[in-house]
């Protein structure tokens, strides 16, 4: 494992200075079903929509919040579109992971000049509460990161949305930011997709995970973790490894139909709090055994939890020379096995959650079996 600090990137040198994640959209298959489990389920608050009723033709999308973190969920309302023929390839899944930028423009011209695929040229959409500029660049897959620059647009959402008409009343879980975006790629290609995120959008390698840190019996899988100047947006990109059998990966790339998004980690300040919320309403986490919380405190020393708290929610503990993290993964959100979330407390870790690895990808091997996917 090579580690090193984002105090090495100088701000000077940052051609592509991001304020964070803007918004993560979803194509899917019924945004109007899914709107209620992400508003229901896990908290979020309808903030905006557009479709028929506000004057787009061929789509709906329902905008959902809960602190910094914005889900677009959008839907075809016709076939043959670009949406329904994505659903149709990779059902529900991550089209767009949009980056909060103060220059669309600049960020676009940058990014090309370095080799990025132009997706949408910088663009102005405007209404009455202002305008906005989205680009375009195409990374892995058909997943595609939009740069939006947002500051003379003080609407609900963006040119075209509207605040809802029906809300329900959810009830946050405690869902504050994006920690972090995973993709998979193809076998071969982590590489590649490292050197592009530090070529054309000036990201650093950050972490390596070989496959002494992440084999299992049956399967492995290879992992890097890269970041942006400020850390704010962090990327790591997976491929699998040869192992005995399927790795989850290989699961992955077969029923999404190939690369694009694994995972997506939302941070908490009180991880017990959540996941408690998020089980009582019938979120499925992956299981640990009993065993893994046995010689849990001789593995990461003292932690302000209640072992038996973590336990009976099945969270897990890792700690790194700055501290410690708390983590859980979902089952997928889909019934293809393809996309889920991670919830992570962090208490000073910047790291991942490495010493999780093996019981991690144990647990999600015991599904795979199950899925007859092994
Ligand atoms: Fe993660």
């Given amino acids: 494992m090579q580690r090193e600090t984002l105090e090495s990137i100088k701000p000077e040198v940052d051609f592509l200075p991001l304020n964070g994640t803007d918004h993560i959209e979803f194509y899917v298959g019924n945004a109007k079903q899914s709107a209620y489990y992400y508003q229901m389920a896990w908290g979020y608050e309808l903030v905006a929509y557009a479709?028929?009723?506000?004057?787009?033709?061929?789509?709906?999308?329902?905008?959902?919040?809960?602190?910094?973190?914005v889900l677009i969920l959008s839907t075809a309302l016709n076939a043959n579109t670009e949406i329904s023929n994505h659903v149709n390839t990779h059902g529900d899944g991550?089209?767009?992971?949009?980056l909060w930028v103060d220059d669309a423009t600049k960020s676009y011209e940058e990014t090309i000049k370095r080799g990025a695929k132009s997706y949408m040229e910088p663009t102005r959409f405007e209404d009455e509460h202002g305008y906005v500029i989205i680009s375009g660049i195409h990374t892995y897959g058909e997943t595609i990161h939009k740069f939006v620059e947002r500051s003379n647009y003080n609407g609900v959402f963006l040119p075209g949305y509207e605040k809802p008409t029906h809300k329900i009343n959810s009830t946050p879980v405690g869902l504050k930011h994006i920690d972090h975006c995973v993709?998979?790629?193809?076998?071969?290609?982590?590489?590649?997709?490292?050197?592009?995120?530090?070529d054309v959008l000036g990201f650093r390698l950050l972490l390596t995970f070989d496959d002494d840190d992440i084999s299992t019996e049956y399967s492995a899988l290879m992992s890097k973790v890269v970041?942006?100047?400020?850390?704010?947006?962090?990327?790591?990109?997976?491929?699998?490894?040869?192992?005995?059998?399927?790795?989850?990966?290989?699961?992955?790339?077969?029923f999404y139909?190939?690369?694009?998004?694994?995972?997506?980690?939302?941070?908490t300040d009180d991880i017990l709090h959540t996941i408690s919320e998020l089980r009582n309403r019938g979120i499925e986490f992956l299981y640990v055994p009993d065993t893994y919380y046995e010689d849990l405190l001789e593995r990461v020393g003292d932690i302000q939890e209640d072992v038996a708290d973590l336990k009976k929610h099945n969270i897990l503990v890792d700690r790194d020379d700055e501290g410690y993290l708390l983590q859980i993964f979902?089952?997928?959100?889909?019934?293809?096995?393809?996309?889920?979330?991670?919830?992570?407390?962090?208490?000073?870790?910047?790291?991942?959650?490495?010493?999780?690895?093996?019981?991690?990808?144990?647990?999600i091997e015991r599904e795979q079996e199950r899925r007859g996917n092994l």
Avoid: C
């Fill in 330 to 363: 979902t089952k997928p959100v889909e019934d293809r096995p393809t996309l889920f979330f991670e919830i992570i407390q962090r208490r000073g870790a910047q790291s991942f959650g490495k010493g999780n690895f093996k019981a991690l990808f144990e647990s």
């Fill in 183 to 198: 993709g998979n790629v193809e076998l071969g290609m982590m590489d590649e997709w490292v050197k592009f995120y530090e």
């Fill in 227 to 254: 970041s942006n100047g400020n850390g704010y947006v962090k990327f790591p990109i997976n491929e699998p490894a040869d192992g005995k059998r399927k790795s989850q990966i290989e699961e992955y790339l077969d």
């Fill in 257 to 267: 139909g190939g690369a694009g998004v694994q995972h997506i980690a939302v941070a």
């Fill in 51 to 69: 479709g028929p009723e506000t004057g787009v033709r061929e789509k709906a999308s329902y905008v959902l919040k809960q602190g910094k973190i």
């Fill in 94 to 98: 991550v089209k767009y992971l949009s």
